[in-house]
């Protein structure tokens, strides 16, 4: 098994966490660095000379980068799976381990698996976020009722997800043109269009920074993004509305929480009028049908 690695600008302590912990539990790891310099590799050769990295000419995105890695990974010899991973994340000792026996355990089932991915937690929150699963006009928040809880779910986050390579090859990569963010959304909803089911693993555990510090709502911690991020989240929100193919339940319960979200954080997310600016240029983008890296004046 090859676990790919996202990097970009990282911080190298992080980055050192998270290769002790999962090289490991895997066959091979390669950091696919997304434009940072040479520094990134002569950091690696020097503090993991077993780690491969890939080094990108220029920033073209998580998805350029996670599909790139797959085909690194196939040219090596991998024919089973690989396991996604983001620059900040810290999986337990025994995450692969647990996501492989539940994805063994629900193939030899019969089930059409998608992928397995990793329960998270962040330190910054109090709670660890639920796995999400939409059941008519509702988006269910799924808590792990116990440590052995496998949850059937719409999709997961790329990071701690583990994907069969057969699956990768029918479905196919992550969608390239929509740069950061809904990248996991869209493929997991794409892999469910091929008939493959998504599942969270309760007892697969990591560590993950989501965003910037979250802020803190009565006795919520709601995830914050930059002004940046919010431009994606807002425009690829829309391009896949416009897709024939997502669910039009799917679309109608996120537009209301992209509209709930819009109005959120154009009130609470500071500096407000750079997150409203960008959040709106998103939705107009998405309206438009623009995709690709944002091009800054």
């Keep these: 098994m090859t676990a790919i690695v996202v990097s970009y600008q990282p911080e190298f302590a992080a980055l050192a966490r998270l290769l002790t912990a999962v090289s490991p539990q895997v066959g091979r790891v390669v950091v696919v660095d997304n434009g940072s310099g040479a ?10 000379p077993g780690v491969e990295c890939l080094r990108l000419k220029q920033n073209y995105g998580i998805a350029y980068a996670q599909n790139r890695g797959i085909e690194w990974a196939a040219q090596q010899g991998a024919t089973s799976r690989v396991l996604l991973l ?23 089932d019969g089930h059409p698996v998608a992928c397995v991915g990793a329960r998270y937690t962040d330190d910054r929150q109090d709670n660890p976020p639920p796995f999400l699963r939409l059941h008519g006009l509702r988006l269910e928040r799924c808590p792990c009722l116990t440590p052995d809880s496998v949850l059937a779910v719409e999709y997961l986050i790329a990071s701690g997800c583990l994907i069969p ?50 802020i803190k709502f009565g006795e919520r911690y709601i995830p914050l993004h930059s002004p940046l991020r919010h431009y994606y989240h807002f425009r690829n929100a829309v391009l896949l509305y416009r897709e024939s193919w997502v669910p039009l339940n799917w679309k109608l319960v996120d537009g209301w929480r992209l509209l709930l979200k819009y109005g959120f954080y154009g009130i609470f997310a500071k500096p407000r009028l750079a997150h409203w600016r960008l959040m709106t240029l998103g939705l107009w983008h998405g309206l438009r049908g623009k995709s690709g890296k944002l091009e800054r004046d």
């Design 39 to 48: 520094e990134v590799d002569t950091w690696l050769r020097g503090h993991f």
């Design 86 to 108: 983001d620059q900040d994340s810290e999986p337990e000792l025994d995450m692969v381990a647990a996501l492989l026996a539940v994805l063994q355990r629900l193939v030899d």
């Design 165 to 214: 390579l057969p699956v990768l090859e029918q479905v196919g990569g992550m969608r390239e043109d929509l740069f950061i963010d809904y990248v996991d959304i869209e493929w997991g909803l794409r892999a469910k269009r091929f008939g493959y089911q998504s599942f969270g693993v309760c007892r697969a555990r990591m560590k993950h920074n989501l965003g910037c510090d979250p």
